[in-house]
C-alpha cells in the first residue's frame, strides 16, 4: 500500500534532549511537509523540502532541523533549544509544491517533554 | 483580519439534518483552496477541493465567493460518520505556494 509512515505514534523524552521524528513515504513524492498541531489550533508549517537535498524553513522552524538526503524520508529533529516541544507533529507530502497539489499526511507522531 | 477564519463551533446537528460553515480568508489573491477533515487525534484527511465554479461530491458541496472572499461546506442528510473537525485550507496568495490550515470547525452529529 502506498502512504506516509511516521514512528513512533507516541515519544517522551526528558527536558533537554534532542529527539528526531521520522517520516517514509513511497507515494513517489517530490515535496514533503512537518507540521505542528497543538490542541484548538491549526497547523503551523516548520519546514518543507520540494525536492532532494534541498529545504525551506516554514512559519515556526526555530528548534528544529530537518534533513532530505532521500526522496523517500524527511525526519525532523526537535532540538533543546525548542521552547515548547511538546505537540502533535504532522508529516505530509504532495507530488509537487503549490496548492493544486493536495497533500497527503502520515499519521502522526503524539511528542510529550517533560 | 486573520489570514484564515473559521467558526471553531462546536455545531451540534440532529442526524439527517443540513449543516453548512465558511471559512473566511484575508488575501485576495489567494488561488487554491480545500476542505480537509480531522477525525480526533487523528491526521487530515483531503474532503474535497474548491473549484471557482463549486463542485459536489455526493453529500458534499463547497463553495467559493470570491466577492466576499469565502468558502463553504455544506453537508446533506448528515451521518454519525461525519461527525468530525472540518480544516479550511487556503493559499497565501498567487505567488506564495504556502498553505494556511483554518484551526476547523468541530461538527457533532446527534443520534
Known amino acids: 500500500d502506498g502512504g506516509i509512515t511516521q514512528s513512533p505514534k507516541y515519544l517522551f523524552r526528558k527536558e533537554g534532549q534532542n529527539v528526531t521524528l521520522s517520516c517514509e513515504q513511497n507515494l513517489n513524492h517530490d515535496a514533503m511537509y512537518w507540521y505542528r498541531q497543538d490542541p484548538g489550533q491549526g497547523l503551523r508549517l516548520i519546514y518543507y523540502?520540494?525536492?532532494?537535498?534541498?529545504?525551506q524553513k516554514g512559519d515556526i522552524a526555530e528548534g528544529y532541523s530537518v534533513s532530505r538526503e532521500k526522496k523517500e524520508s524527511f525526519p525532523l529533529t526537535v532540538t533543546s533549544a525548542q521552547k515548547n516541544p511538546t505537540a502533535f507533529y504532522l508529516c505530509a507530502s504532495s507530488q509537487g509544491t503549490g496548492l493544486r497539489y493536495e497533500q497527503y499526511f502520515g499519521p502522526g507522531t503524539r511528542l510529550t517533554v517533560t | 483580519r486573520k489570514e484564515v477564519e473559521q467558526d471553531p463551533g462546536p455545531f451540534n446537528v440532529p442526524e439527517g439534518a443540513t449543516v453548512a460553515f465558511n471559512c473566511t480568508y484575508s488575501n485576495s489573491a489567494s488561488q487554491s483552496f480545500f476542505w480537509y477533515r480531522q477525525d480526533c487525534r487523528k491526521e487530515p484527511k483531503l474532503l474535497m477541493s474548491?473549484?471557482?465554479s463549486g463542485n459536489e461530491d455526493g453529500r458534499f458541496t463547497a463553495q467559493l465567493n470570491r466577492a466576499s472572499q469565502y468558502i463553504s461546506l455544506l453537508i446533506r442528510d448528515s451521518k454519525l460518520s461525519d461527525s468530525a473537525t472540518y480544516l479550511c485550507?487556503?493559499?497565501?496568495?498567487?505567488?506564495?505556494?504556502?498553505?494556511?490550515f483554518g484551526k476547523g470547525t468541530r461538527l457533532h452529529i446527534l443520534p
Open positions: 523540502s520540494q525536492i532532494v537535498n534541498d529545504f
Open positions: 485550507v487556503v493559499n497565501k496568495g498567487a505567488r506564495d505556494d504556502k498553505i494556511i
Open positions: 474548491v473549484y471557482s
